[in-house]
Nanobody, 122 residues
Framework: VQLQASGGGLVQTGGSLRLSCAAS????????MAWFRQVPGKEREFVAA????????YYAASVKGRFTISRDNAKNTVYLQMNSLKPEDTAVYYC????????????????WGQGTQVTVSS
């Protein structure tokens, strides 16, 4: 599976962005997908994950209520809708996939996209 993330950019505090992650392969629907983010000098951190079913959702406490992960299996794409953005959301965002159950642990994801930069100005 190859993943291609897009949709990052510069936005003001309180604004919104939607990230997309397009996946290759015909078994996308059987993959759990997640978003992580990383700031230079810090470890990559979990943001959100969705399992095979729509109701299997996980969010980091810092984004819960503001970010929404969703997927369109017909388009082999997972999304991250980010609302009420804050300067501390500034990071490179990565999508990741695994054929196993969704998890918040980055070490359990087998496939990674290249990252897309999100910058939130104050």
């Amino acid at each position: 599976v190859q993943l291609q993330a897009s949709g990052g950019g510069l936005v003001q505090t309180g604004g919104s962005l939607r990230l997309s992650c397009a996946a290759s392969g015909r078994t996308f629907s059987r993959y759990s997908m997640a978003w992580f983010r990383q700031v230079p000098g810090k470890e990559r951190e979990f943001v959100a994950a969705q399992g095979w079913t729509a109701n299997e959702l996980y969010y980091a406490a810092s984004v819960k209520g503001r970010f929404t992960i969703s997927r369109d299996n017909a388009k082999n794409t997972v999304y991250l809708q980010m609302n009420s953005l804050k300067p501390e959301d500034t990071a490179v965002y990565y999508c990741a996939g695994t054929p196993n159950r969704a998890t918040t642990s980055q070490s359990l994801y087998d496939y990674w996209g290249q990252g897309t930069q999100v910058t939130v100005s104050s």
